[in-house]
């Protein structure tokens, strides 16, 4: 059974996705703030978290912040009633893998739940099939249609971190974070040429497609 751990101060919307995630099936335990998460996820392996952002002793943000600085890779959903831009891309760029704006839709979480949980298995096989394209993160081989062809390490991470979430926005920051990391100082510049090469190697592609979002990034989306 996949294990979910629940960071929410409100105890009665704690109860209530706790109660809903059960019946599907997860094994659901409650935090009331940031602290008392890092130190449940410290004592035992969970597959989820799923944070509030406005949290006494430690906020969402900074949970999330502490997670990945530590090398902690747990699939987290963020669970707020702010819903402005600039409140998501700080989500976001903490670490954070999804977000839903309060009042919540009960089974569209479900949903994102299961979503997130089988994108985070993907990951950890290592191995991603978009129709007929494969691509395995060992080799950096991606293979359409039995023709397999050896991607640099940066496009192949690029290309493997969109679509294991495929329709999501990823502004250049998140992926420059991603794929370089947090103390390069290359150009933002650099993420644009290494897309611009990914659609010319995959312009003929029938499975997917790299789409601009005017002004903020890029995603992958399925054809």
């Not at 891309?89 to 299961?114: A, H």
């Not at 993907?122 to 993160?137: A, D, H, N, W, Y």
Request: hydrophobic content about 40%; glycine content about 6%.
């Amino acid at each position: 059974m996949q294990k979910i751990l629940i960071a929410e101060d409100d105890s009665e919307l704690c109860q209530l996705f706790s109660h809903v995630l059960s019946k599907s099936g997860y094994e659901i335990t409650g935090v009331q703030n940031g602290v008392e998460a890092l130190d449940a996820l410290h004592r035992e392996y969970y597959d989820l978290l799923i944070s509030d952002i406005m949290m006494p002793v430690m906020d969402g943000y900074t949970l999330v912040h502490k997670l990945r600085e530590s090398g902690q890779n747990i699939p987290v959903m963020m669970i707020t009633a702010k819903g402005n831009f600039d409140d998501m891309e700080q989500g976001f760029l903490s670490g954070t893998d999804d977000y839903m704006v309060k009042p919540v839709n009960i089974n569209e979480m479900v949903l994102r739940v299961s979503a997130l949980l089988r994108r985070s298995r993907i990951q950890s096989e290592r191995r991603l099939v978009i129709g007929e394209t494969t691509l395995e993160c060992d080799t950096l081989t991606v293979t359409i249609d039995g023709v397999s062809s050896i991607l640099p390490q940066k496009e192949f991470m690029l290309l493997y971190k969109m679509a294991s979430y495929t329709g999501k926005i990823f502004t250049r920051k998140q992926l420059m974070d991603e794929v370089w990391g947090y103390d390069d100082f290359t150009d933002t510049h650099t993420v644009e040429v290494h897309i611009g090469r990914l659609r010319e190697r995959f312009r003929d592609s029938k499975d997917f497609s790299i789409v601009t979002i005017r002004g903020i990034g890029y995603k992958v989306v399925k054809l």
